[in-house]
């Protein structure tokens, strides 16, 4: 079992930034690729970034240069940095975890690779 206990998200006018993290406890075996998603209402649930075990990353292309996600494992906290925010980004953003390698998750097109989830902390960018 893993827990997830997202936090950061705010409101913010677009070009601000925000960092939202996520703290990680239980069963390190499931928690190889992390992830970052969000949803809108009444959207389907979006992919945004995802690093593995060993630090590789991958983000969608909507968010490429301007999101930044890390993870420390040490601590088993996994972080995204968002700047120049924009109004499209709201989202009630989630962390994600997977007992796949990244790779192996399809995390653009589905969620299905990840069997656990954070609460989802509210991003809001005005314009």
């Known amino acids: 079992q893993v827990q997830l206990v997202g936090s950061g998200g705010g409101s913010v006018q677009a070009g601000g930034s925000l960092r939202l993290s996520c703290a990680a406890s239980?069963?390190?075996?499931?928690?190889?690729?992390m992830a970052w998603f969000r949803q809108v209402p009444g959207k389907e649930r979006e992919g945004v970034a995802v690093?593995?075990?060993?630090?590789?990353?991958s983000y969608v292309d909507s968010v490429k240069g301007r999101f930044t996600i890390t993870r420390d494992n040490a601590n088993n906290t996994l972080y995204l940095e968002m700047n120049s925010l924009k109004p499209e980004d709201t989202a009630m953003y989630y962390c994600a975890s997977s007992a796949l390698g990244c790779h192996d998750t399809d995390y653009e097109t589905t969620s299905a690779a990840f069997g656990f989830w954070g609460q989802g902390t509210q991003v809001t960018v005005s314009s």
């Open positions: 690093i593995d075990s060993d630090g590789s990353t």
């Open positions: 239980g069963s390190t075996y499931s928690m190889y690729c």
